[in-house]
């Protein structure tokens, strides 16, 4: 018997299955196929806090800290294996003068309400950073604490933490 069951073995499963079991809940986790292996282990592996809902910025900022040590999570084998990589920086170009209005009121109310990662960048800065951008790019938004993670490391190295804590 199981305190709880988890419907999807991918790595939102995977986490959620590993907090409960350290916290002392039985869990099964189920998945049609191979954990990790669907849209959790294909994607591109985005870790990042550039264009979020504003409603989510607390959450996503909480998951950044937790990729920033997720050996403490995962272990360090497995962490490494994940190849985290924060500051590499995430853009967001506007192409045209809406995109380009756009960024800049985002920028404008990321500042207003206290948020800094996401900082507006002009045409020639955006270049600069993106040497084979088209000359039609007006600007756009940098988060330079943003990054990337394997996805398939990531998924496994979340599924066998749960499963070494207990997760059935």
């Known amino acids: 018997m199981s ?17 409960l079991a350290r916290a ?10 191979v954990a990790g292996r ?19 910025y607390p959450l996503s900022q909480r998951a950044m800290e937790i990729w920033a040590d997720l050996p403490a999570l995962v272990g360090d084998g497995a962490a490494s294996a994940c190849e985290v990589r924060l500051g590499t920086g995430q853009v967001a170009v506007a192409m045209d003068a809406a995109e380009w209005e756009w960024a800049q009121a985002r920028a404008d109310q990321m500042r207003r309400l206290g948020f800094s990662n996401e900082v507006l960048l002009g045409a020639g800065e955006v270049r600069a950073l993106l040497p084979g951008l ?11 604490g943003d990054g990337h993670a394997n996805p398939a490391a990531a998924a496994r190295a979340f599924r066998d933490a749960a499963v070494a804590s207990g997760v059935r």
């Open 3 to 19: 305190d709880v069951l988890i419907i999807g073995a991918g790595l939102q499963g995977c986490a959620i299955a590993l907090h």
């Open 24 to 33: 002392g809940v039985a869990v099964t986790m189920v998945d049609r196929g």
């Open 38 to 56: 669907q849209a959790s282990g294909v994607n591109a592996g985005g870790l990042r806090l550039l264009l979020r809902d504003l409603r989510e």
């Open 134 to 144: 088209s000359d039609r790019a007006l600007g756009g938004l940098i988060s330079q």
